[in-house]
């Protein structure tokens, strides 16, 4: 069998990663950070009855061990611990990273950049000593910074490099986690794959999806607009088609040393993103659009405020004014990758359990 290091095995994505890796016979050895962690609530918390492997929650560890579950445990950033945990490993999916958070304090860049950068590049360094076939490393889509124009002006706005990031784009990241991101992708050696995920969705929606679809479930929503009335642009994926990708180019021998955008193929509107969230859960929301120039001026007004919660409502207002347009046709045409979820299937599946309970009290 085919042996699978998995970093961050525990994240959101991990949850869905190493389930899928079992169900196509990978061995998978999670590297974990801590000692004092539950094992049991670890390996419990891998299989819920949405994964494909039915396994009860109170299966013990050697029951685990025997369904090739490995545990390593050690720190990314200490090398001695990542080279033990690489040896006889033949793919690596490196999701540890400490993730985006709105306004870090500029103090914590070191924190990012020990884990993000350094342990991205303990990672890459083991694994060409060890001989590992391919390491997946998952970067980001925010390296590339913000399109610079609006893409709703123009309905070919597909056709301009001008207008949409390609992997070839120019980067320009703007936040601590994203420069620490671009930071770790130096490390592109022949045996890495790097996949810049779009903003991920799925099981346990956490952070700015959360408030929007909070905002939804109350039946109303906010748009900052153009001068022509129409909303920024976001690009997306489901956390199934990540795994899906991500296993696709461990395994594909064209996807060695490159670059991939990893997307469900479209971009969308943020009132259709509003929609799509909505006609999931079977809400009637009312949209109201707000010209961006007044919201703009008012952000810059509450930024010179050093106050937690102004900064907080400034930050929420900037990322809703953020258009984010990423092109992810590459690695469809070079791998084969076919995203199964769109803008509809992919909210519908995730919030099944609200549209349940919306019905339940109606």
């Known amino acids: 069998m085919k042996i699978a290091l998995v970093t961050g095995g525990t ?39 949405s994964t494909p492997i039915s396994l009860s929650t109170q299966t013990t560890i050697s029951q685990m061990l025997h369904q090739n ?10 090398y001695k611990s990542v080279s033990n945990a690489v040896l006889g490993v033949d793919y690596i999916f490196h999701l540890a990273a400490i993730l985006h958070i709105n306004n870090p304090h500029p103090s914590m860049y070191g924190q990012y950049y020990d884990v993000n950068v350094i342990g991205t590049k303990n990672i890459v360094d083991a694994a060409l000593i060890a001989g590992v076939q391919r390491v997946i490393l998952f970067s980001t889509i925010s390296v590339y910074g913000v399109n610079s124009k609006d893409c709703s002006d123009s309905p070919s706005f597909l056709d301009s490099n001008k207008q949409i990031f390609y992997e070839s784009s120019p980067v320009n990241p703007l936040t601590i986690y994203a420069k620490t991101k671009l930071l770790a992708e130096q490390y592109s050696y022949p045996c890495v794959t790097i996949l810049r995920l779009a903003s991920v969705y799925g099981s346990g929606v956490t952070g700015n999806y959360l408030r929007l679809i909070m905002a939804v479930r109350k039946g109303f929503f906010c ?23 991500a296993i696709l180019a461990a395994t594909h021998p064209e996807a060695a040393g490159k670059i991939y955008n990893l997307t469900d193929g479209a971009i969308h509107s943020l009132e259709d993103i509003v929609r799509a969230v909505a006609n999931a859960i079977s809400v009637d929301v009312k949209i109201f659009k707000i010209p961006e120039k007044p919201l703009k001026i008012f952000s810059n007004i509450v930024c010179k405020y050093k106050h937690e919660n102004i900064e907080k409502v400034a930050s929420i207002i900037n990322k809703l004014m953020e258009n984010i347009a990423v092109d992810g046709k590459k ?32």
Do not use: A, M
């Open 331 to 362: 690695i469809q045409v070079e791998l084969g990758f076919q995203p199964k979820y769109n803008l509809k299937n992919g909210w519908y599946e995730v919030l099944e359990e609200d549209r349940k309970k919306l019905k339940y009290l109606r």
């Open 223 to 245: 748009i900052p607009v153009n001068s022509k009335g129409c909303s920024v642009n976001r690009t997306l994926i489901h956390e199934k088609d990540v795994v899906t990708g």
């Open 11 to 49: 994240g959101k994505i991990g949850q869905v990663l190493v389930p899928e890796l079992l169900k196509q016979k990978f061995r998978v050895r999670l590297f974990l950070r801590d000692k004092t962690t539950n094992l049991d609530s670890i390996i419990s918390s891998l299989f819920t009855s």
């Open 69 to 78: 579950i490995e545990i390593f445990f050690g720190d990314i950033t200490d």
